[in-house]
């Protein structure tokens, strides 16, 4: 059973000049008469921090009426190149649309083959199925959530044409691995990037400058997010940056002649601007969501859920299992951003209606692998086993981590976990059985 660590509380002091923050012991146990809202997610509370950068810029678009590329997509550009030590960038419409153009680059078509991560957001996957391709599945690592290098070489045949490993939830797939095994078979890699800009290696390589390109999404959940659906391409090859850049815009070559056919891939204006008031504040938004992670690690050992980040097998000292980092270096401050704080348990819905009910907001990031989407059922690769995908589908749960949530807020969440796996009547029936991806504990 879990300790009987005391549960931490907070009491605000307040000054003329500062909000001090005293920690005390409390004996409180969270029960449904006790409410404390704690969204997954509050992009009011950024909005509020650069609404005044924000009106008068946009305000300054409609004014001028220049709202397809022009001088704010190409400052986004410009800066994005730079942040990810790239050679150049480009601005699309929107992450999915970055996928498809990188395919699209390649002339992936009918009778190719696309490998990537049974486990991830359905782009991923969809952009290759509409192209007529066919995507090939392969299991995740149990600590990281992301594609298993070993079983990706498994997987490669002679139809391969390119790889996309996906770095999910903020930090970096096992790129060093990935990349020498797709040289040694000549294929092309693009990284899906939608949820890690800024993210590094632990030899701090940013993501997005590794693979043949890069592929980033501004969807407004993400922690560099847009007002609406925007895009990012990065690559470090010229011709093919110059391929791209006719690819945005229907192939066009010339004004009204038309190289090859592309499709409407432009960013609006407004995206673009609105991206570059918000990119001076990325690195300290990333850091924010990580000192909120860190703070849910050490709640989480004190308070006996979980014996420390890494771990894979669940017993009564481990009821919740957290994040592995395994890329955490002093060269790689960003080794995580964390633009998703997920936690295993075994009593996933169980544990997430219990947080709803006490204003706790939690999301499943993802609930059906690739392989049992029925869109996918008749691809070879979906009958293959995928034991550790069917493990995570069942048994992930992501915690608010957004970088304005407050001490209290992440104390409220690690106490309402703690009093439901105290609670017996709560743990009648497993989501999760006990399966083979989690029958060696390790800790990286």
């Not at 918000?278 to 690690?297: I, M, Q």
């Amino acid at each position: 059973m879990m300790s009987e660590a005391p549960i931490w509380g907070f009491v605000h002091l307040k000054s003329s000049r500062i909000r001090k923050l005293k920690i005390i012991k409390t004996v409180f146990t969270p029960s449904k008469s006790y409410f404390m809202n704690v969204p997954l997610l509050d992009l009011k509370l950024q909005y509020a921090t650069i609404k005044e950068q924000i009106e008068p810029k946009i305000l300054g678009l409609m004014e001028s009426q220049s709202l397809i590329l022009g001088k704010e997509v190409e400052l986004l550009e410009e800066t994005s190149a730079r942040y990810c030590n790239t050679q150049h960038a480009l601005g699309v419409s929107s992450g999915t649309d970055a996928l498809l153009m990188a395919l699209m680059s390649l002339n992936i078509g009918p009778g190719d083959e696309v490998i990537l991560p049974t486990f991830s957001f359905f782009a991923t996957a969809g952009v290759v199925s509409r192209l007529h391709a066919t995507p090939v599945f392969v299991d995740i690592d149990p600590v990281t959530f992301m594609i298993d290098p070993r079983l990706m070489e498994s997987a490669i045949t002679k139809q391969t044409k390119a790889i996309i490993p996906v770095h999910l939830y903020g930090q970096a797939a096992d790129m060093d691995a990935i990349m020498a095994i797709a040289n040694a078979h000549a294929i092309p890699v693009i990284e899906d990037c939608a949820q890690a800009i800024g993210t590094q290696l632990p030899d701090g390589r940013p993501v997005g400058s590794i693979g043949l390109m890069g592929c980033f999404s501004f969807y407004p959940t993400k922690n560099l997010g847009a007002f609406g659906d925007a895009g990012l391409i990065t690559t470090n090859d010229s011709a093919l940056f110059t391929h791209l850049q006719q690819m945005r815009n229907h192939g066009q070559i010339e004004r009204y002649k038309h190289g090859f056919v592309g499709g409407n891939f432009r960013i609006d204006a407004l995206q673009a601007a609105v991206l570059n008031i918000k990119f001076p504040y990325l690195e300290s938004w990333h850091k924010a969501r990580r000192n909120n992670a860190e703070t849910y690690v050490r709640l989480f050992q004190e308070f006996g859920l979980s014996e420390g980040p890494g771990l894979t097998s669940f017993n009564d000292a481990n009821v919740a299992l957290l994040p592995g980092m395994p890329n955490k270096t002093e060269k790689a401050p960003n080794h995580h951003i964390f633009n998703q704080f997920v936690i295993r348990v075994q009593y996933r819905n169980a544990l997430r209606a219990y947080l709803s009910e006490r204003g706790i907001g939690t999301e499943v990031y993802y609930p059906i692998p690739f392989h049992e989407q029925p869109c996918f059922k008749g691809l070879p690769s979906s009958s293959n086993p995928y034991p550790v995908s069917d493990c995570a589908s069942r048994d992930v749960l992501a915690l608010p981590i957004f970088p304005e949530l407050t001490q209290e807020q992440i104390v409220h969440v690690a106490q309402t976990i703690r009093a439901f796996f105290n609670d017996s009547a709560n743990l009648s029936s497993k989501e999760c059985l006990d399966c083979d991806c989690g029958k060696t504990a390790k800790r990286l």
